[in-house]
């Protein structure tokens, strides 16, 4: 039998539950304005206009912030990732595919600027959160499965080889989208959506080479 909380205790969590989404918020703004490096616990407190005590109520450490944004990015991008289930995938040219990878990773990294924080930030891999390596391992995945559609004979080191140089390319990326007016950014992902084509173009070639497919 279920059994509903006093409305006393729901009032309670609801506050809670927008304090924390305040607080996420502001490590959100304080990653994407100093880096994740330079924030602290008391910047990002000050932020959300509430004391440090309060922070630790719901957050032990930035850390765990981090943490908490990385479930959300990582939770919020594999909605737009759903067409790599799709069985029809690897019949798809590399520039369809090359458009499909970038532009959610664009709009999303413009929405949410605390992403190249956590995804193409500059701090090493044991400053990283267990979320943040999943984010990381995640991407990696992705791009592992549009290379085995782009090329599915090619050998699997090969293949993840060539999906870490790709998920490279979109790190660099990121942080290049976040300062610049919508023209510019708009030239900058053409010029990474040729630099991602002509790495994975020669791919689709050599498969079609090796099969006797015409190209």
């Known amino acids: 039998m279920s059994h509903t909380p006093p409305a006393g205790t729901r009032r309670r969590?609801?506050?809670?539950?927008?304090?924390?989404?305040?607080?996420l918020a502001a490590a959100a703004e304080e990653f994407a304005e100093v880096g994740y490096e330079s924030a602290t616990t008391n910047s990002?407190?000050?932020?959300?206009?509430?004391?440090?005590?309060?922070l630790y109520q719901f957050f032990?450490?930035?850390?765990?912030?981090a943490q908490a944004l990385a479930d959300r990015y990582l939770a919020e991008l594999g909605t737009a990732f759903v067409f790599l289930d799709d069985?029809?995938?690897?019949?798809?040219?590399?520039?369809?595919?090359?458009?499909?990878v970038v532009d959610p990773v664009v709009e999303f990294t413009v929405a949410n600027p605390a992403f190249k924080a956590v995804f193409a930030g500059s701090a090493t891999p044991r400053h990283l959160t267990t979320s943040s390596r999943e984010l990381h391992t995640t991407v990696q995945r992705w791009m592992e499965k549009v290379v085995d559609a782009?090329?599915?004979?090619?050998?699997?080191?090969?293949?993840?080889?060539?999906?870490?140089?790709?998920?490279?390319?979109?790190?660099v990326m990121c942080p290049l989208l976040i300062p610049v007016g919508v023209r510019e950014r708009a030239k900058l992902v053409k010029e990474f959506k040729a630099v991602l084509r002509g790495y994975l173009a020669p791919l689709a070639a050599g498969q079609a080479a090796s099969t006797g497919t015409p190209t």
């Open 44 to 54: 990002i407190a000050a932020r959300a206009g509430a004391s440090p005590g309060s």
């Open 60 to 65: 032990p450490n930035k850390e765990a912030m």
């Open 87 to 100: 069985p029809a995938l690897a019949g798809r040219p590399v520039d369809t595919l090359v458009d499909l």
């Open 150 to 171: 782009i090329a599915p004979d090619l050998p699997a080191e090969r293949r993840r080889r060539t999906a870490t140089v790709a998920m490279h390319v979109l790190r």
């Open 13 to 23: 969590l609801a506050r809670g539950e927008q304090r924390m989404a305040q607080l």
